[in-house]
């Protein structure tokens, strides 16, 4: 790849062409094109309010300083809810201004009343860092803005405590700092007025289940001390946001949805990277990026489309060289250092130094490397940022011009989301998603109503789940005694969930009420990622590269693995599970690694099903048990599989949701699908089907799992599982149930449209599969799904 001629001369980039001429010139550098859609999203004018009666003219002129003279109407709206007592949640396009909708009752609360205090959630630390920001530059006398989080130095934090009266961070520190500590927070608690929950729609299945508890658990202190704070909710655009922020806060929440703000226009285009010719050079020209990227790795093929992390790379490079300010999204953390790599490279090779101006960005860096990098953005010394969805909320990245998009993101919420981080200011914006080799990213690019004229999804979580809810009561108990009255505060199972807790001898019964047992505190991860996250250290000096969390250490981190972290390969040596530790070593070996596992599930219950004939539909309880138990080395030059080696990891247990139909054999055998063709038949379906299942979830692949069988010994019959990959499951399963016809009638599309013969990655193909994707049979996966459709009630 040559990056545009503009910048392979001099360097200079010269005037910034149109996002039009942009999206022209990208097209017009390979042979055919690859945009299979072009969406004009049109400008739109804004609608402007008068400023509330209640906000003091201190305030309005702190805004008119920063540039704004009057608020949008749906931030009046929002902000005049929240001001006369009611709990909301607005939910607007990126850039809408949601942020002044909470900053303005408040500030406004905080300036009236010198004793209240506001507490504002975050889900990421950059995001609170940025509000730190717009909030401290305000200039308001007395409300002390400060961020209370794990990157806190410890001299700061009893200041913060006693002084601030605008304290931001997230749910991980609420639940492990403040709410334990709440005796060194009762004046703030005393005199909370607001709680700020910013991008809350992001609070979705385990995750989302855990932060509804901890939001219960702060209305439990702060009832104790005999505050009753108003919730203002900050969320994209979603299915239905005043149901699932009521879900989220367990309180009635009243929802502003008409989005008043002006927007520029946005060229949205689809991009399919190409085929690439049977045993082209070309080919192994993917083996790199997909190798290195984690999700994006495929086995060998005859023939394959080129890497979307390899084409995300090189429209990066281009855009950089026209000049133009762009951020890459990357759905993996070793993605993301793909795409940087590889567009410094490209670069540097055309004008030496010009790669200095593009850098990755993810979850893992020190504090330091982070907040280094968002000040380079900021300020322009970078052009170019390759980003997981680090960077996808909030954070005011003024001057963004393109966003490229490398696979979708797992829902329509994030894809505006990110798409919407480009064209601030009201100034026009390309935003391009880049199409992976998977059965839902291909779906979506020929089928784009399905982007641009579907409704945003719902945002699905489960607070009832028992293995979110029992550990969350446990927290709450150890907090201060639970009372009968606390029950209906944590809502359906809370009563059980108590009597098995005191059953398990973690709570001991007292007249008063129920009483933690245990001298530490219980041990809960709100993400559901597996366990505390693991140390990289670089084993000759000692030194913390990063982390990675648990649940996706036995995968990145087993002995032998390839890791990467700013562009440098690292070997592991030594993965120490107990200590949470893994020990590397620099190298650049010419090969990647990919790590297999094997899985077993059986049936522990049936919550609901529906008998169609010969077809079975069912939701229930699953047992779960996979094993790491090997990894393939495979050649970067070619994708030659070197050799597998196996390991030695735990195996690991999850008790979960799962969906499951089951055919009769007869019906397999009249749909023409031999018996020796059904194992192929259904391992296909069920590849597809978990690719297509976040058309109708917010989830991600990545969030399920899946088993299928030709006999299945709890179902006595040729059966396909799918399931929720977090315990006591996510929602996600209850969502596939509900919306089972539409959901497989798009995955029996999505396989027959394919135009490949055999079954590719845009169809049938997983690239997590642990049996490395054999067998596998296209055609009779079609059978399967007609069989299904053809019986299942609509």
Request: include cysteine.
């Amino acid at each position: 790849m040559e990056p545009s001629s503009a910048a392979t001369v001099s360097g200079d980039p010269g005037p910034e062409p149109s996002p039009a001429d942009l999206l022209r010139r990208l097209r017009a550098r390979g042979a055919g094109d690859p945009v299979t859609h072009v969406e004009r999203v049109p400008a739109r004018a804004g609608v402007p309010a008068p400023w509330p009666s209640w906000a003091p003219a201190e305030l309005r002129e702190a805004f008119a300083r920063r540039g704004v003279v009057a608020p949008w109407q749906h931030q009046a709206e929002a902000a005049t809810l929240a001001y006369d007592g009611g709990h909301v949640v607005v939910a607007t396009g990126t850039a809408s201004g949601k942020s002044l909708a909470y900053q303005l009752p408040s500030l406004a609360t905080l300036l009236a009343d010198p004793r209240a205090t506001v507490l504002y959630l975050a889900p990421t630390k950059a995001l609170a860092a940025d509000q730190l920001r717009a909030v401290a530059g305000l200039e308001l006398e007395g409300v002390r803005p400060a961020c209370y989080d794990g990157d806190t130095p410890r001299a700061e934090r009893e200041w913060i405590r006693r002084h601030s009266r605008f304290v931001l961070t997230n749910p991980d520190m609420l639940h492990h700092g403040i709410l334990p500590g709440h005796a060194q927070w009762s004046g703030f608690l005393r005199r909370l007025a607001y709680v700020v929950i910013d991008e809350c729609h992001t609070y979705r299945g385990v995750f989302g289940s855990h932060v509804a508890h901890v939001l219960r658990r702060l209305r439990r202190q702060c009832a104790r001390f005999g505050a009753t704070p108003v919730f203002v909710l900050a969320s994209a655009t979603s299915g239905d946001p005043a149901t699932a922020a009521g879900r989220l806060t367990g309180l009635p929440v009243t929802a502003v949805t008409e989005d008043a703000s002006p927007r520029g226009g946005v060229t949205f285009a689809l991009w399919e990277p190409p085929l690439l010719p049977p045993d082209s050079s070309a080919s192994s020209a993917v083996a790199p990026a997909q190798a290195a990227g984690g999700h994006d790795d495929v086995p060998d093929l005859v023939q394959v489309r080129r890497s979307a992390l390899r084409e995300t790379a090189d429209l990066l490079a281009d855009t950089v060289a026209e000049g133009v300010r762009t951020l890459a999204f990357v759905r993996s953390r070793k993605g993301a250092e793909v795409v940087a790599a590889s567009a410094r490279r490209a670069l540097d090779e055309a004008v030496p130094g010009l790669g200095k101006r593009v850098a990755a960005y993810r979850g893992g860096y020190l504090r330091e490397e982070r907040r280094e990098l968002e000040r380079a953005l900021l300020h322009g010394d970078l052009l170019g940022l390759a980003s997981t969805n680090a960077l996808e909320l909030g954070v005011d990245l003024v001057g963004l011009d393109a966003v490229l998009i490398c696979g979708y993101p797992g829902t329509r919420a994030s894809l505006w989301q990110q798409a919407g981080r480009a064209g601030r200011s009201g100034q026009e914006a390309l935003a391009v998603l880049v199409a992976r080799d998977d059965p839902l990213d291909t779906y979506l690019v020929h089928h784009p109503e399905a982007i641009f004229g579907a409704p945003v999804e719902a945002t699905v979580l489960d607070p009832a789940n028992p293995y979110v809810l029992a550990p969350q009561l446990a927290c709450a108990a150890a907090e201060a005694p639970l009372t009968p009255a606390d029950l209906a505060l944590f809502g359906d199972g809370a009563k059980e969930a108590v009597d098995e807790l005191v059953a398990a001898g973690a709570l001991r019964q007292r007249p008063t009420g129920w009483y933690w047992r245990h001298r530490e505190r219980p041990e809960v991860d709100l993400r559901g990622e597996g366990g505390a996250p693991v140390c990289v250290v670089e084993s000759a000096t000692g030194r913390l590269l990063g982390t990675v969390d648990g649940g996706s250490s036995h995968f990145l981190l087993h002995p032998g693995a390839v890791y990467l972290h700013q562009g440098v390969s690292y070997v592991v040596d030594e993965l120490d599970l107990a200590d949470g530790c893994a020990l590397v070593h620099t190298e650049e070996p010419d090969w990647s690694t990919h790590a297999r596992d094997v899985t077993d599930l059986s049936v522990v219950s049936v919550r609901s099903y529906v008998d169609a004939g010969p077809v079975g539909m069912f939701l229930g309880e699953v047992d779960v048990t996979s094993q790491v138990v090997s990894y393939q080395r495979r050649r970067i030059a070619t994708g030659e599989v070197i050799d597998t080696r196996p390991l030695d990891l735990p195996t690991r247990e999850l008790r979960t949701v799962a969906v499951w139909f089951t055919l009769s054999p007869q019906s397999l055998t009249a749909a023409g699908v031999q018996a020796a063709d059904v194992p192929g038949a259904l391992h296909a379906a069920e590849h597809a089907a978990i690719g297509l299942l976040p058309l109708m979830a917010t989830c991600d692949r990545w969030d399920i799992g899946g088993l299928s069988t030709a006999v299945h010994p709890d179902t006595e019959a040729p059966t396909v599982f799918v399931y929720d990959g977090h315990p006591g499951g996510a929602g996600f399963a209850e969502r596939a149930y509900g919306t089972a016809s539409a959901w497989l009638r798009a995955t029996r599309d999505a396989i027959a449209e394919c135009g490949c013969e055999a079954g590719c990655p845009s169809c049938v193909q997983s690239p997590k599969c642990g049996n490395g994707n054999h067998p596998l049979s296209k055609p009779d996966a079609i059978r399967v799904l007609d069989v299904v459709l053809a019986n299942l009630p609509a």
